[in-house]
DNA sequence: GCACAAATTAACCTGTTGGATAAATACTGT
DNA sequence: ACAGTATTTATCCAACAGGTTAATTTGTGC
């Protein structure tokens, strides 16, 4: 009755009165970037007065920080959710791919924010304490797989763990981060339904190869074509 | 003469100034992002008065996308002198991998600027008409690389060429892009010699084992140690 | 030396921005 | 109903930033 209460008339509603200052800043954040950000946006599109902002999180730099943490706490909460254990190890891997492929889908903003905390060279992050203990559980997870890949012989090499999930984050990251410049100097449209698809298949394939290495059919899927130049397209 | 005159007093120095002015802004934008780079603090690292700027340029955008424009053509003009066309298929790949890493570490301007741009959903990059015409050569030039490793039996599958450099530019940019979000998250030096060794190593190994089939040992280096937890390291 | 254009400087202006102050309003327990 | 606290609003401001105007200096061709 209380909430009821509080959910109509959302003023006095602090919890949710700061979810949606994170929610608005973090879409502020992610499209102009944290120089580029606008406070007095930041308040108009969580429906609030500015002067809210330093009231329920902090100055510019304490609500970025808060937006970062929030957003590493949910891809890492999703990620728990994998189950991997219970795959075998190729699957395992191709089931992190393809979560992480599309989590960066889903969660454009996650891309934007990274980009813009590492233009501050972490100056942010490095003041958490939180976000640092999220991520051991994480790479234990990589690890486990790993191993189990290597005992069972399915993989042919022991690869490191931390540096295999940079591989798979940086083959997703860069495609989906970077579309905008490669679709213009490559005149295509990466973000296209079947050039999604493809990308997904070409980066599934790419890394089990090197992993089992048996090559994967769909490393070539779509690539015939691709081979021929574009005089002997029109020829 | 006259140009040993021009050289000695700086001033009165049009390409000179010009060139000062676009490096400096390289700097600015590298530095700061788009929003929050400093039209004085270009002017000032320029030796220069911010009225120069217009002048000899134009607008805060137009700079930028110089800039950009600048950025682009050094890299494939320096990726034009590879000469990977007379190596064979893997070694002209390893060539490639390792050329594009060293180029990001010895300019990482680069990679700010792109992640700028990409903010800013190639908007810049949009109105450019030289950018586009760059990049035919170049992808043909990786096109040549894989057509001769499939034909030569060195490759066991036909990968898109676009497809490919996407994925060997991933693995390089991400990682030393977002080196300093990583580094905090996994608690590791990355930008260590030994740390970047080992990646070139990893890269390599990951995109040759795929295009091959054949394992390369490198994938492994260093990694028995990084399968055990790290409990069984202390225990 | 002189006219003319190119290059450079200095000063200014207007809108904006992050952040602060202080007053008002609504909810809580009593 | 009331005192006290949590939440919210309205307003202000000083610093700054991008861009412009207009005057000044320097080099060039004649």
Redesign the interface.
């Known amino acids: 009755m209380a909430k009821a209460k509080r959910i109509l008339k959302w003023q006095r509603d602090p919890e949710g009165m700061r979810l949606r200052i994170l929610e608005a800043a973090k879409q502020e954040f992610a499209t102009?970037?944290?120089?580029?950000a606008r406070v007095d946006r930041i308040a108009a599109k969580a429906g609030a007065n500015k002067r809210m902002l330093y009231y329920h999180v902090g100055k510019k730099d304490d609500l970025y920080l808060a937006v970062l943490e929030g957003a590493?706490e949910k891809i890492r909460a999703e990620e728990r959710g994998l189950d991997l254990e219970h795959l075998d190890p190729p699957q395992a891997i191709a089931r992190l791919i393809d979560f992480t492929w599309n989590y960066f889908i889903r969660n454009p903003e996650f891309l934007?924010l990274?980009?813009?905390?590492?233009?501050?060279?972490?100056r942010h992050?490095?003041r958490s304490t939180k976000?640092?203990s999220?991520?051991?559980p994480f790479?234990?997870m990589i690890?486990t797989v790993?191993?189990r890949g290597?005992e069972s012989g399915d993989f042919?090499?022991?690869?490191?763990?931390?540096?295999l999930y940079?591989?798979i984050?940086?083959?997703c990251?860069?495609?989906l981060?970077?579309?905008?410049?490669?679709?213009?100097?490559?005149?295509?449209d990466l973000l296209s339904k079947e050039a999604k698809d493809?990308?997904l298949d070409?980066?599934v394939?790419?890394?089990l190869?090197?992993l089992t290495?048996?090559?994967v059919a769909a490393?070539?899927r779509?690539?015939?074509a691709?081979?021929r130049?574009?005089a002997e397209h029109t020829a």
Do not use: C, W
């Not at 042919?156 to 540096?163: K, L």
């Open positions: 102009h970037g944290l120089a580029g590493y934007a990274l980009n813009t905390e590492n233009l501050a060279r972490a992050l490095k976000v640092k999220m991520h051991s790479v234990e690890r790993v191993r290597v042919q090499v022991a690869v490191d763990p931390v540096q940079i591989s984050a940086a083959l990251f860069f495609y981060s970077n579309s905008a410049t490669l679709s213009v100097i490559f005149g295509r493809e990308r070409h980066m394939a790419l890394v190869a090197a290495g048996k090559s490393f070539g779509n690539t015939a691709r081979l130049s574009p």
